[in-house]
């Protein structure tokens, strides 16, 4: 079955940073577009951007530019999203979804999310 | 940037019954339009891309249509299961944008 897995819920500190991870379980990311997308709690989908997995290309959502940064590792078909210094407004469940395949601009399929949770 | 509205926000009904969604474009997406369904403590799951094409494995009572900036989403007769959230995203132009979300829920 076609997986994408990431990785478990963190608790972090404002100020901390953080890097959480989107891996492809009998699911090749090579050619494949990597979506993010918040939710936070009780509210909607908020798109953050994309990657490309095979050069790091990468498309930011305005809203997350410089708060953000997307990054992969072909080696280990896995995707990152990464915060250097965190906020208590950070706390949501994120989710890394393809994108683009069948050259739509969709998401399908999905990970199951990373609950990050923020608090002094 | 391209705004979603999704209307009503939480819409009644009957099981059994038919559901009507609806999402409106600030500008035409042309048919770059596609539905996702959201189960409490559950991953979106994609049921229509493209404004009418089912996804794989979504029921048939599950149909999108509209193009440019009117879209609908319509649940043919409702099941325990889906009342449930549902949002649209916009995929023709940057940024991506996703409506707000409509909570169907048991009349």
């Known amino acids: 079955e076609v997986q994408l897995v990431q990785s478990g819920a963190e608790v972090k500190k404002p100020g901390e940073s953080l890097k959480i991870s989107c891996r492809g379980s009998a699911y090749s990311f090579t050619n494949h577009w990597i979506g993010w997308v918040r939710q936070m709690p009780g509210k909607g989908l908020e798109w953050m951007g994309i990657?490309?997995?095979?050069?790091?290309?990468?498309k930011y959502s305005p809203s997350f530019q410089g708060q953000v940064t997307f990054s992969a590792d072909r080696s280990i078909n896995t995707a990152y999203l990464q915060w250097s210094s965190l906020k208590a407004s950070d706390t949501a469940i994120y989710y890394c979804a393809a994108w683009g395949t069948e050259g739509g601009g969709w998401f399908d399929p999905w990970g199951q999310g990373t609950l990050v949770t923020v608090s002094s | 940037e391209i705004v979603m509205t999704q209307s009503p926000v939480t819409l009644s009904v009957s099981p059994g019954e038919r559901a009507t969604l609806s999402c409106r474009a600030s500008?035409?997406?042309?048919?770059?339009l596609a539905w996702y369904q959201q189960k409490p403590g559950q991953t979106p799951r994609l049921l229509i891309y493209g404004a009418s094409t089912r996804a794989t494995g979504i029921p048939a009572r599950f149909s999108g249509s509209g193009s440019g900036t009117e879209f609908t989403l319509t649940i043919g007769s409702l099941q325990s299961e889906d009342f449930v959230i549902y949002y649209c995203q916009q995929y023709n132009d940057w940024p991506l944008t996703f409506g707000g979300g409509t909570k169907v829920q048991i009349k």
């Open positions: 990657i490309y997995f095979d050069d790091s290309d990468t």
């Open positions: 500008q035409s997406v042309s048919s770059n």
